[in-house]
């Protein structure tokens, strides 16, 4: 079965602090690391989608860089709008169904 | 907007009630799903369908029941609704091997 594992689960920056979370995962035969984020009341929202290790993808001040036990995302220069949680997620080779962590819950104060 | 759309957003049940949460999407995505998100314990997926008529449980699927008759649409059924089933329910779509997209949830509390 499929596992992911994020830490920390808690991340309290100061603004312009910039830092990293992790997303270990389990998967024989990984399809696609995703990430994705999720304010408070609301559904996720699609950030990213890894295929290989060594691949890389930014979005303003986020970056996800994959290996082939782990994900990052790192947050460069945080601003408080970027609180949120960020969830991490794996596909595995022969279905259609995301396997999820439990998030990082972000916290930017200004 | 483009996207997945739930009803209601709210809703509090008594023990042993019924109700069935309502999940639409018009994205022409075949596959769809119904996960329940509880504190610390990230998404758990409940029921999923790869195309209409198809369906197949999740991780957690005790308690709930699904059916599939058209492409857009995926309601989720919980019959004698338990104090266990308090959760936030969303439902996502998806094309083949993308980003799924989100509802913006369904908040029950069974007292």
């Known amino acids: 079965e499929d596992q992911v594992t994020q830490s920390p689960e808690a991340l309290r920056l100061q603004e312009g602090e910039s830092s990293s979370l992790n997303c270990s995962y389990t998967?024989?035969?990984?399809?696609?690391l995703f990430w994705y984020r999720q304010d408070p009341g609301k559904g996720p929202e699609f950030l990213f989608t890894?295929?290989?290790a060594g691949e890389e993808k930014e979005k303003e001040r986020l970056k996800a860089t994959l290996t082939k036990k782990e994900s990052f995302l790192h947050i460069t220069a945080p601003k408080p709008e970027d609180s949120a949680t960020y969830l991490c997620?794996?596909?595995?080779?022969?279905?259609?169904?995301?396997?999820f962590g439990a998030g990082t819950t972000v916290t930017v104060r200004a | 907007n483009a996207g997945v759309t739930q009803t209601p957003k709210f809703r509090i049940l008594k023990i042993g009630q019924s109700m069935t949460l309502q999940c639409a999407q018009d994205?022409?995505?075949?596959?769809m799903y119904w996960y329940r998100q509880d504190p610390g314990m990230g998404l758990k997926l409940i029921y999923y369908?790869?195309?209409?008529?198809?369906?197949d449980k999740g991780e957690v699927p005790n308690g709930y029941n699904v059916s599939r008759s058209t492409t857009e649409d995926f309601p989720l059924r919980l019959e004698l609704a338990a104090p266990s089933q308090t959760s936030v329910y969303f439902c996502?779509?998806?094309?083949?091997?993308?980003?799924?997209?989100f509802g913006s949830g369904t908040r029950l509390t069974v007292v």
């Open positions: 996502a779509s998806s094309g083949q091997i993308n980003g799924y997209t």
């Open positions: 998967v024989s035969g990984l399809r696609g």
């Open positions: 890894l295929y290989s």
């Open positions: 997620a794996v596909l595995g080779p022969n279905d259609y169904k995301l396997s």
């Open positions: 994205m022409n995505h075949n596959y």
């Open positions: 369908s790869v195309g209409a008529g198809i369906t």
